[in-house]
């Protein structure tokens, strides 16, 4: 469900045209819809309405202060991953104490700063870090909530670069050997053990690995009880899937009446730490034709936006639709295409081998399902500035992050004295 539909013969971005969009900031340029935003955080929150629960937004998927202090309006707090982005989620206004601080490896400084800003808790991935944590907040004269990542082993069908909950993942604890864990986390002076996390991996599109997982924790969390640990709070992470293509997910409510039966009367306070299922079909990156050729029985559409723009296909040969923008341009023959970006490397596509209508100079083309893990895993690869974020909300919009410029790009880089002597 989103709000990016023809009107007038025109994609249009709730009720601002993607063309109108291009000629006004330029392409290529990721946007928003609002709309869209409000509406899968809204639904995902009211499903665990009946339950003492918060909603951490995974920030990693989309990490502009504007839709972090969006979600923060509405009650939502984050999942971090990394000093970096606790300074964002600050600088956004969320308050730390809705800020969970996940990843396998926090630095002693990154541990120190959270603890000075006072989040909620640590999930901690291993022995190593729970002493680290101890260590860190008994010389800060702090105690620690910490949360222990267990690995339920439970295999959740999705691609193995973003499987996390199978034992050979490097990713928390085993789950069997978790009540050691907790009887080591208690007996360290500065840590309060009151949580226990588990994710088991993203896009993921059936309940039932959430199901097995979600029994294995329950039933964790009673034997931690009965072994003598408070635990307050289960963090049942994130991954709920989207629709690419044609994959049907479970809608959240779908997923909420598949999870509550088995954690309910459990009375701890849950945690969730969805990304890609909110902002995932909230954006799309928007790009133009740049040239088009055909060689050997393929159509090769060069656009704007390359690898460095939106990496999904290159790194995990993901499915991102395109779209063209004006709708007519559906009707044109079709093609067997890649369309490809301007960066030197072969893996540098958006769409490979795929039956598209004839894509000529000029055309706007709309990449879908890119709010999440999209302009957050952009990069400057071949010195290619970063595009604009723009939120559209009804028929108004907002740079919400504007182009890189070439000045940007040199931005803390600096020539020392006897290279530029013309020494070597
Ligand atoms: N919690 C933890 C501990 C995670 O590792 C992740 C994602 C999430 C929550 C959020 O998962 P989500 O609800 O978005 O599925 N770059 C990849 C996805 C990597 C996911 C990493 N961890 C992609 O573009 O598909």
């Known amino acids: 469900m989103h709000y990016f539909e023809y009107k007038g013969g025109e994609l249009h971005a709730e009720g601002v045209s993607l063309s109108r969009l291009a000629r006004e900031v330029g392409t290529p340029f990721y946007v928003y819809s609002h709309r869209t935003l409000v509406r899968h955080f809204r639904v995902f929150d009211e499903a665990f309405a009946s339950v003492p629960h918060l909603v951490c937004f995974a920030m990693k998927s989309n990490s502009n202060i504007a839709i972090l202090r969006l979600f923060a309006g509405m009650g939502g707090g984050l999942d ?4 970096g982005e606790l300074f964002r989620g600050l600088k956004a206004g969320v308050p730390a104490d809705r800020v969970v601080f996940a990843g396998v490896g926090k630095s002693d400084e990154e541990i120190a700063y959270a603890l000075e800003q006072g989040v909620l808790m640590f999930n901690v991935e291993s022995e190593e870090e729970l002493a680290n944590v101890d260590a860190v907040a008994g010389r800060l004269g702090k105690r620690a909530r910490v949360a222990v990542r267990v690995n339920p082993d439970v295999d959740p069908a999705t691609h193995p670069y973003i499987s996390t909950g199978m034992k050979k993942s490097k990713f928390g604890i085993d789950i069997a050997k978790a009540r050691a864990q907790y009887k080591t986390a208690a007996a360290l002076p500065h840590l309060d053990a009151c949580g226990v996390h588990c994710h088991i991996g993203s ?6 690995p959430f199901v097995e997982a979600v029994e294995k924790v329950a039933a964790l969390v009673r034997a931690l009880r009965a072994d003598g640990h408070g635990i307050r709070y289960l963090n049942l992470g994130g991954g709920l899937g ?4 044609d994959e049907a997910p479970p809608l959240p409510c779908d997923y909420a009446a598949a999870i509550l039966p088995g954690v309910r009367d459990l009375g701890c306070t849950l945690l969730f730490e969805p990304g890609r299922v909110i902002v995932g079909n909230a954006g799309v990156l928007v790009t133009r034709v740049l040239y088009a050729k055909s060689k050997e029985e393929k159509r090769f559409v060069i656009i704007d936006a390359g690898m460095n ?3 999904r296909p290159a790194l995990y040969e993901s499915y991102q639709e395109a779209r063209p923008v004006e709708e007519a341009a559906a009707l044109r023959p079709k ?3 890649d369309l490809v970006g301007p960066v030197c490397e072969s893996g540098d596509y958006l769409a490979k081998d795929r039956l598209l209508p004839e894509y000529r100079r000029g055309d706007l083309v709309a990449i879908m399902s890119a709010g999440a893990y999209g302009f957050a895993m952009s990069s400057n690869y071949n010195s290619r500035p970063r595009p604009p974020e723009v939120l559209v909300r009804g028929d108004e919009y907002h740079v919400i992050r504007r182009r890189e410029s070439y000045d940007d790009l040199i931005l803390g880089e600096s020539i020392p004295a006897f290279i530029a002597e013309g020494g070597r």
């Open 242 to 245: 989207i629709t690419y293509r």
């Open 309 to 311: 723009d939106l990496i």
């Open 203 to 208: 896009q993921i599109t059936q309940s039932s």
């Open 335 to 337: 093609h067997k295409t």
């Open 80 to 83: 971090i991953v990394s000093g």
